[in-house]
T-cell receptor, first 111, second 112 residues
Framework: AQSVAQPEDQVNVAEGNPLTVKCTYS??????LFWYVQYPNRGLQFLLK??????LVKGSYGFEAEFNKSQTSFHLKKPSALVSDSALYFC?????????FGAGTTVTVRA | EAQVTQNPRYLITVTGKKLTVTCSQN?????MSWYRQDPGLGLRQIYY???????DKGDVPEGYKVSRKEKRNFPLILESPSPNQTSLYFC???????????FGSGTRLTVV
Protein backbone atom coordinates (compact mmCIF):
# COMPACT_ATOMS: atom_id res chain seq x y z
CA ALA A 1 0.00 0.00 0.00
CA GLN A 2 1.20 3.49 -0.75
CA SER A 3 1.65 6.16 1.87
CA VAL A 4 2.97 9.67 2.32
CA ALA A 5 4.51 11.20 5.43
CA GLN A 6 4.97 14.89 6.12
CA PRO A 7 6.97 14.86 9.36
CA GLU A 8 6.38 18.50 10.29
CA ASP A 9 2.93 19.81 11.17
CA GLN A 10 4.20 23.37 11.01
CA VAL A 11 7.08 25.23 9.45
CA ASN A 12 7.87 28.82 10.42
CA VAL A 13 10.32 30.97 8.48
CA ALA A 14 11.14 34.64 8.10
CA GLU A 15 10.40 36.36 4.81
CA GLY A 16 13.39 36.17 2.50
CA ASN A 17 14.74 32.99 4.07
CA PRO A 18 14.76 29.60 2.36
CA LEU A 19 11.70 27.43 2.84
CA THR A 20 11.72 23.64 2.92
CA VAL A 21 8.72 21.37 3.44
CA LYS A 22 9.59 17.72 3.88
CA CYS A 23 7.88 14.68 2.36
CA THR A 24 8.70 10.99 2.28
CA TYR A 25 6.72 8.34 0.47
CA SER A 26 6.24 4.63 0.15
CA UNK A 27 4.94 3.05 -3.05
CA UNK A 28 5.40 -0.31 -4.74
CA UNK A 29 6.18 0.87 -8.25
CA UNK A 30 7.60 4.02 -9.79
CA UNK A 31 5.99 6.97 -8.07
CA UNK A 32 4.12 9.90 -9.50
CA LEU A 33 4.66 12.63 -6.89
CA PHE A 34 2.81 15.90 -6.45
CA TRP A 35 2.72 18.99 -4.30
CA TYR A 36 -0.47 20.96 -3.74
CA VAL A 37 -1.11 24.16 -1.79
CA GLN A 38 -4.30 25.18 -0.03
CA TYR A 39 -5.00 28.78 0.94
CA PRO A 40 -7.66 29.51 3.58
CA ASN A 41 -11.18 28.74 2.38
CA ARG A 42 -9.91 27.63 -0.99
CA GLY A 43 -9.50 24.38 -2.87
CA LEU A 44 -6.20 22.67 -3.60
CA GLN A 45 -3.95 24.22 -6.20
CA PHE A 46 -1.36 22.19 -8.10
CA LEU A 47 2.24 23.32 -7.57
CA LEU A 48 4.40 20.74 -9.30
CA LYS A 49 4.85 17.08 -10.10
CA UNK A 50 7.53 14.48 -10.63
CA UNK A 51 6.89 11.72 -13.12
CA UNK A 52 10.30 10.82 -14.49
CA UNK A 53 13.54 12.44 -15.63
CA UNK A 54 15.39 15.26 -13.90
CA UNK A 55 15.32 14.92 -10.12
CA LEU A 56 14.84 18.68 -9.64
CA VAL A 57 11.39 19.77 -10.65
CA LYS A 58 10.36 23.41 -11.01
CA GLY A 59 6.80 24.51 -10.44
CA SER A 60 4.51 27.45 -9.86
CA TYR A 61 5.22 30.55 -7.75
CA GLY A 62 8.98 29.91 -7.60
CA PHE A 63 8.69 26.53 -5.89
CA GLU A 64 10.81 23.51 -6.74
CA ALA A 65 11.12 20.00 -5.41
CA GLU A 66 13.89 17.46 -5.33
CA PHE A 67 13.16 13.79 -5.92
CA ASN A 68 15.52 11.44 -4.09
CA LYS A 69 14.84 7.81 -4.90
CA SER A 70 17.31 6.33 -2.39
CA GLN A 71 15.79 8.32 0.48
CA THR A 72 12.24 8.06 -0.94
CA SER A 73 11.83 11.78 -0.41
CA PHE A 74 10.29 14.63 -2.37
CA HIS A 75 10.99 17.82 -0.42
CA LEU A 76 9.46 21.11 -1.51
CA LYS A 77 11.73 24.14 -1.55
CA LYS A 78 11.68 27.84 -2.22
CA PRO A 79 14.91 29.87 -2.09
CA SER A 80 13.30 33.04 -0.71
CA ALA A 81 9.94 32.78 1.05
CA LEU A 82 7.21 35.43 0.86
CA VAL A 83 4.51 36.25 3.40
CA SER A 84 2.00 35.26 0.72
CA ASP A 85 3.42 31.70 0.76
CA SER A 86 1.74 31.14 4.13
CA ALA A 87 -0.65 28.25 3.49
CA LEU A 88 -1.24 24.54 3.99
CA TYR A 89 0.92 22.30 1.80
CA PHE A 90 0.18 18.72 0.84
CA CYS A 91 2.46 16.11 -0.65
CA UNK A 92 0.77 13.31 -2.61
CA UNK A 93 1.76 10.10 -4.37
CA UNK A 94 -0.17 8.49 -7.20
CA UNK A 95 -0.04 4.76 -7.76
CA UNK A 96 -2.49 3.61 -10.40
CA UNK A 97 -5.92 5.08 -9.77
CA UNK A 98 -5.24 6.23 -6.27
CA UNK A 99 -3.78 9.55 -5.13
CA UNK A 100 -2.76 9.43 -1.46
CA PHE A 101 -2.02 12.54 0.56
CA GLY A 102 0.11 13.37 3.52
CA ALA A 103 -1.47 15.03 6.55
CA GLY A 104 -0.30 18.46 5.44
CA THR A 105 2.22 21.04 6.68
CA THR A 106 1.17 24.53 7.68
CA VAL A 107 3.69 27.09 6.53
CA THR A 108 3.84 30.48 8.21
CA VAL A 109 6.12 33.13 6.77
CA ARG A 110 6.60 36.11 9.09
CA ALA A 111 7.39 39.57 7.83
CA GLU B 1 -12.27 28.05 -18.15
CA ALA B 2 -11.26 24.49 -17.29
CA GLN B 3 -12.67 23.68 -13.90
CA VAL B 4 -14.33 21.31 -11.48
CA THR B 5 -17.55 22.73 -10.04
CA GLN B 6 -19.05 21.55 -6.79
CA ASN B 7 -22.35 22.53 -5.24
CA PRO B 8 -23.23 23.59 -2.68
CA ARG B 9 -20.21 25.30 -1.10
CA TYR B 10 -21.73 25.12 2.36
CA LEU B 11 -24.39 22.80 3.72
CA ILE B 12 -25.83 22.29 7.17
CA THR B 13 -28.18 19.35 7.56
CA VAL B 14 -29.67 17.10 10.19
CA THR B 15 -28.84 13.50 10.94
CA GLY B 16 -30.56 11.07 8.61
CA LYS B 17 -31.70 13.51 5.94
CA LYS B 18 -30.48 12.32 2.55
CA LEU B 19 -28.33 14.76 0.61
CA THR B 20 -26.41 14.97 -2.64
CA VAL B 21 -23.33 17.02 -3.41
CA THR B 22 -22.95 17.61 -7.11
CA CYS B 23 -19.69 17.66 -9.06
CA SER B 24 -19.17 18.53 -12.69
CA GLN B 25 -16.03 18.93 -14.81
CA ASN B 26 -15.68 20.49 -18.25
CA UNK B 27 -12.33 19.00 -19.25
CA UNK B 28 -13.57 15.67 -20.62
CA UNK B 29 -11.52 13.87 -17.96
CA UNK B 30 -11.88 10.12 -17.57
CA UNK B 31 -11.04 9.92 -13.88
CA MET B 32 -12.98 11.53 -11.09
CA SER B 33 -12.69 11.18 -7.34
CA TRP B 34 -14.15 12.35 -4.05
CA TYR B 35 -12.04 13.20 -1.01
CA ARG B 36 -12.79 14.35 2.50
CA GLN B 37 -10.42 16.59 4.41
CA ASP B 38 -10.19 16.44 8.19
CA PRO B 39 -7.66 18.24 10.42
CA GLY B 40 -4.51 16.21 10.99
CA LEU B 41 -5.60 13.51 8.54
CA GLY B 42 -5.01 15.22 5.22
CA LEU B 43 -7.28 14.18 2.37
CA ARG B 44 -8.72 10.69 2.25
CA GLN B 45 -10.26 9.19 -0.84
CA ILE B 46 -13.91 8.19 -0.57
CA TYR B 47 -14.70 6.86 -4.06
CA TYR B 48 -13.21 7.13 -7.50
CA UNK B 49 -14.38 6.53 -11.04
CA UNK B 50 -12.33 5.46 -14.04
CA UNK B 51 -15.04 6.22 -16.57
CA UNK B 52 -18.79 6.18 -17.10
CA UNK B 53 -20.47 3.44 -15.05
CA UNK B 54 -17.12 2.36 -13.53
CA UNK B 55 -16.58 3.25 -9.87
CA ASP B 56 -14.66 1.80 -6.94
CA LYS B 57 -14.19 2.35 -3.24
CA GLY B 58 -11.40 4.43 -1.82
CA ASP B 59 -10.13 4.41 1.75
CA VAL B 60 -13.26 5.65 3.55
CA PRO B 61 -16.37 4.67 1.53
CA GLU B 62 -18.70 3.78 4.42
CA GLY B 63 -21.83 5.91 4.46
CA TYR B 64 -21.36 7.26 0.94
CA LYS B 65 -22.59 6.38 -2.53
CA VAL B 66 -21.60 7.66 -5.95
CA SER B 67 -22.75 7.29 -9.52
CA ARG B 68 -21.20 8.08 -12.91
CA LYS B 69 -23.94 8.12 -15.50
CA GLU B 70 -22.32 10.83 -17.57
CA LYS B 71 -18.63 11.55 -18.07
CA ARG B 72 -18.81 15.09 -16.73
CA ASN B 73 -20.81 14.43 -13.54
CA PHE B 74 -19.91 12.53 -10.38
CA PRO B 75 -22.36 13.21 -7.53
CA LEU B 76 -21.69 12.16 -3.94
CA ILE B 77 -24.72 10.84 -2.08
CA LEU B 78 -25.13 10.54 1.68
CA GLU B 79 -28.21 8.39 2.20
CA SER B 80 -28.36 8.88 5.98
CA PRO B 81 -25.80 11.46 7.10
CA SER B 82 -24.32 11.24 10.58
CA PRO B 83 -22.31 13.80 12.58
CA ASN B 84 -19.04 11.96 11.87
CA GLN B 85 -19.50 12.88 8.22
CA THR B 86 -19.07 16.54 9.10
CA SER B 87 -16.08 17.46 6.96
CA LEU B 88 -14.73 19.40 4.00
CA TYR B 89 -15.34 17.51 0.76
CA PHE B 90 -13.48 17.86 -2.51
CA CYS B 91 -14.26 16.53 -5.94
CA UNK B 92 -11.40 16.13 -8.38
CA UNK B 93 -10.80 14.99 -11.93
CA UNK B 94 -7.85 14.12 -14.13
CA UNK B 95 -7.09 12.95 -17.62
CA UNK B 96 -5.71 9.53 -18.44
CA UNK B 97 -1.92 9.50 -18.18
CA UNK B 98 0.76 10.91 -15.83
CA UNK B 99 -1.34 13.76 -14.52
CA UNK B 100 -2.45 15.06 -11.17
CA UNK B 101 -5.99 15.89 -10.23
CA UNK B 102 -7.74 19.23 -10.65
CA PHE B 103 -9.78 20.00 -7.55
CA GLY B 104 -13.07 21.75 -7.01
CA SER B 105 -13.45 24.54 -4.46
CA GLY B 106 -14.84 22.23 -1.78
CA THR B 107 -18.09 21.67 0.08
CA ARG B 108 -18.15 22.23 3.80
CA LEU B 109 -20.75 19.89 5.26
CA THR B 110 -22.03 20.06 8.81
CA VAL B 111 -24.33 17.31 10.10
CA VAL B 112 -26.10 18.13 13.37
Amino acid sequence: AQSVAQPEDQVNVAEGNPLTVKCTYSVSGNPYLFWYVQYPNRGLQFLLKYITGDNLVKGSYGFEAEFNKSQTSFHLKKPSALVSDSALYFCAVRDGYKLSFGAGTTVTVRA
Amino acid sequence: EAQVTQNPRYLITVTGKKLTVTCSQNMNHEYMSWYRQDPGLGLRQIYYSMNVEVTDKGDVPEGYKVSRKEKRNFPLILESPSPNQTSLYFCASRAQGPYGYTFGSGTRLTVV
